[in-house]
C-alpha cells in the first residue's frame, strides 16, 4: 500500500515552460486535493476535487489546471510556469475528515 | 471564510520540556480541528483532531483541547523528544458535505535538542 505518490520529487523549469506534475493514490478515495506549501505562508489549497469527473477551484488556482483522470489520479499542470510559481507542491486525498498526504513535488522556475 | 492564527516559531526546546503552540481560529458554523505535522522532507500527516467542542484529541504524547468560547485548540506535550522535532499545523475545517477543505495556520518550526 504505497498510500500517495508524487512525481517527479525535484523539478527545475525555466519561464514559459509547461510540465504535469502527477499524483496517485491507491486508497479508493473520492477526494483529492492540490495544495503548494510557501515558507511562511502554510499550505494554500490550489484545486480539488471532490470525486472522479469533478474539479473546484481552491485559493490560489490562477495559472495553473488540473485533471481528475480516474479515481486514482489526479493531475497539476503548469502552461506557462512563471518564477512565482516556485514552490513545493503537495498533493493529498481524504477519507471522512481526515487527509493523506504526498511527500511533494520541489519545483524551481528560473 | 475560515482563518488561522498560529504561535509564530521557530521554538527551540530541550529534551522533556513542556510545549504549547497555541492556535486560536475563526470559522463559521461548527469546524472540526485538526493538528498535523510535517517531519523534515516528508509530506504532512494527521497528529490528532477534535470534532466538537470540549473534546481532546490526543496522539503521541500530543493532546489539545477544543475550546468553543475562545476559538481555540492549543496543541501541548508533557516532554518533547529530539524526535518531535518538526513543523506543525493548525488547521480547521467546515463540518459536513463532501469537500472537507481545510485551512492551514502558517505552521511552527519546532526544534527539540539533546
Known amino acids: 500500500n504505497a498510500g500517495v505518490t508524487q512525481t517527479p520529487k525535484f523539478q527545475v523549469l525555466k519561464t514559459g515552460q509547461s510540465m504535469t506534475l502527477q499524483c496517485a493514490q491507491d486508497?479508493?478515495?473520492?477526494?483529492m486535493y492540490w495544495y503548494r506549501q510557501d515558507p511562511g505562508m502554510g499550505l494554500r489549497l490550489i484545486y480539488y476535487?471532490?470525486?472522479?469527473?469533478?474539479?473546484d477551484k481552491g485559493e490560489v488556482p490562477n495559472g495553473y489546471n488540473v485533471s481528475r483522470l480516474n479515481k486514482r489520479e489526479f493531475s497539476l499542470r503548469l502552461e506557462s510556469a512563471a518564477p512565482s510559481q516556485t514552490s513545493v507542491y503537495f498533493c493529498?486525498?481524504?477519507?471522512?475528515?481526515?487527509?493523506?498526504f504526498g511527500p511533494g513535488t520541489r519545483l524551481t522556475v528560473l | 471564510g475560515n482563518s488561522v492564527t498560529q504561535m509564530e516559531g521557530p521554538v527551540t526546546l530541550s529534551e522533556e520540556a513542556f510545549l504549547t503552540i497555541n492556535c486560536t481560529y475563526t470559522?463559521?458554523?461548527?469546524?472540526?480541528l485538526f493538528w498535523y505535522v510535517q517531519y523534515p522532507g516528508e509530506g504532512l500527516q494527521l497528529l490528532l483532531k477534535?470534532?466538537?467542542?470540549?473534546d481532546k484529541g490526543s496522539n503521541k504524547g500530543f493532546e489539545a483541547t477544543y475550546r468553543k468560547e475562545t476559538t481555540s485548540f492549543h496543541l501541548e506535550k508533557g516532554s518533547v523528544q529530539v524526535s518531535d522535532s518538526a513543523v506543525y499545523f493548525c488547521?480547521?475545517?467546515?463540518?459536513?458535505?463532501?469537500?472537507?477543505?481545510?485551512?492551514f495556520g502558517k505552521g511552527t518550526l519546532l526544534t527539540v535538542n539533546p
Open positions: 493529498a486525498s481524504r477519507i471522512t475528515d481526515t487527509q493523506y
Open positions: 486508497m479508493n478515495h473520492n477526494s
Open positions: 476535487s471532490a470525486s472522479e469527473g469533478t474539479t
Open positions: 470559522a463559521t458554523g461548527y469546524p472540526s
Open positions: 477534535a470534532t466538537k467542542a470540549d
Open positions: 488547521a480547521p475545517t467546515a463540518s459536513g458535505g463532501s469537500n472537507y477543505k481545510l485551512t
